[in-house]
């Protein structure tokens, strides 16, 4: 009798461990400054021109992975009257992105991040995030040097 409690007891705690190593298992997750590799120094530190309307927002959730602020891309119409826009951004700003940033987990895989910061009316300066897919240039924005290579090829500026 005492020997099979110690198996159950056994089987138990082990059962306890291996469930507890799954939830780790899903539940890990990792950052990584990617600022320096070779395929996101191109996006950092230059203005890029903005050409589609995008939004500065904070999080309601906590869903953000770097920081409780935002770039919401949309439309005009969508922003109208969004108390939640801390700042919006029109066709021809400028947005300046100062760092890359990888987010892992083993629930969601790797999400990477554009990371910024922005002045508010307020004077605050704050750091934003925008997710991002690095297979493809951000088609939100366009470098000075893209915006001006478009205008001579569609014959729209001298």
Same mark, same amino acid.
């Not at 230059?46 to 939004?55: G, N, R, T, W």
């Not at 826009?85 to 083993?106: N, P």
């Not at 939100?140 to 001006?148: A, K, P």
């Given at each position: 009798?005492?020997?099979?409690?110690?198996?159950?007891?056994g089987i138990?705690?082990?059962?306890l461990?291996?469930?507890?190593?799954?939830?780790?298992?899903i539940a890990?997750?990792?950052t990584?400054d990617?600022?320096?590799?070779?395929?996101?120094?191109?996006y950092?530190?230059?203005?890029?021109?903005?050409k589609?309307?995008s939004?500065?927002?904070?999080?309601i959730?906590?869903s953000?992975r770097?920081s409780?602020?935002?770039?919401?891309?949309?439309?005009?119409?969508?922003?109208?009257?969004?108390?939640?826009?801390?700042k919006k %951004?029109? #066709? =021809? !700003?400028?947005?300046?992105?100062s760092?890359?940033? @990888?987010?892992? *987990? %083993?629930h #969601? =895989? !790797?999400?990477?991040?554009l990371?910024?910061?922005? @002045?508010l009316? *307020?004077?605050? #300066?704050?750091?934003?995030?925008y997710?991002?897919?690095?297979?493809?240039?951000?088609?939100?924005?366009?470098?000075?040097d893209?915006?001006?290579?478009?205008?001579?090829?569609?014959n729209d500026?001298?």
């Amino acid at each position: 009798m005492k020997k099979s409690k110690m198996i159950i007891a056994g089987i138990f705690i082990a059962a306890l461990v291996f469930m507890g190593l799954f939830l780790w298992f899903i539940a890990y997750s990792s950052t990584t400054d990617l600022s320096h590799d070779q395929r996101f120094k191109p996006y950092l530190n230059k203005a890029y021109i903005v050409k589609q309307p995008s939004a500065l927002k904070r999080s309601i959730e906590s869903s953000n992975r770097f920081s409780a602020y935002y770039i919401d891309v949309s439309s005009e119409e969508d922003f109208k009257n969004d108390p939640s826009i801390l700042k919006k %951004y029109h #066709i =021809g !700003d400028t947005i300046t992105f100062s760092t890359a940033k @990888k987010y892992f *987990s %083993y629930h #969601i =895989g !790797d999400s990477y991040y554009l990371l910024g910061k922005e @002045k508010l009316d *307020s004077g605050e #300066i704050i750091e934003f995030e925008y997710g991002a897919n690095f297979d493809y240039s951000p088609a939100i924005w366009e470098s000075l040097d893209e915006f001006l290579e478009r205008r001579k090829i569609i014959n729209d500026f001298p």
